[in-house]
Structures are given as C-alpha cells and as structure tokens.
C-alpha cells in the first residue's frame, strides 16, 4: 500500500515537472518572439507565434501577451507593404502620364488599378486591426 502511494506520488511530481518544462519552453519561445519583433523582423514574429500557439496550446498568459506583438507585427508588416506599394504607385502614375501611345498607357492604366487595390487592401488591414486593438 506505502509503495503504490510513493508510485502515486512520484507519478504526481513527474507530471507536475513536465508542466513546468512546458511553461520554460513556452518563455523561451516568446522570448525570441519578442527579440525578433524588436529586430524588425515582423514575419518571422507571426510565424512564431502560430507555432507557440500550436505546440503550447496551455499557455494561456503568454498567448494573450502575443496577441498584442500579432497584431503590432501585422501592423508595422502592412506599413511596410502600404510603403512600398505606394512608391510603386507614384511611379506608375508619373509613366502613365508621360506616355504618349494609347497601348502603354492601358496597361500602365492595369498596373495601377493593381496597385491601387493592394494599397487599399493594406490600408484596411492596418484599419481592422487597430479597431481590434481598441
């Protein structure tokens, strides 16, 4: 009876240990997502948060503190995009209307329809998410 409690017992603080190895990893883990968020690195922010929440699916407290770093992560990713695409976007608009063939300038004409949708795209993403935030 005394050896099946100790058992009982020893089976007890084995599983408690792991717990708490599970937890150290998951700080770990949300310590490099936040070294690479303070890089810049915002896709590489994302992609690690995805795994912290698919390996450590218990880690409620540290979950809820990476939903802050995804969203500032989207953020700062589309601004990133909003800037590049709106570079890109000048830069079309200016060949437009310098062109002077009716060709070159309807297929100037689609680049920037593309390019105007990606940058509405990425303006509503920025919008969505910040009203999340609030």
């Known amino acids: 009876m005394k050896t099946n409690i100790a058992i009982v017992a020893m089976a007890l603080l084995t599983l408690a240990s792991c717990g708490n190895q599970e937890e150290d990893k998951a700080q770990s883990l949300y310590s490099e997502i936040e070294n690479l968020y303070q890089a810049g690195n915002y896709q590489a922010t994302l ?49 437009m209307n310098a062109a002077t063939d009716i060709a070159t300038r309807n297929q100037l004409r689609l680049k920037r329809d593309s390019l105007q949708v990606r940058y509405d795209t990425q303006c509503a993403i920025v919008r969505a998410v910040r009203m999340k935030q609030k």
């Open 47 to 95: 992609d690690s948060i995805k795994v912290l929440r698919e390996k450590y699916p218990k880690a409620i407290e540290l979950r809820k503190k990476s939903l802050t770093l995804w969203q500032d992560a989207n953020i700062k990713l589309a601004q990133q995009d909003i800037a590049v695409t709106d570079s890109a976007l000048q830069v079309v608009i200016a060949q």
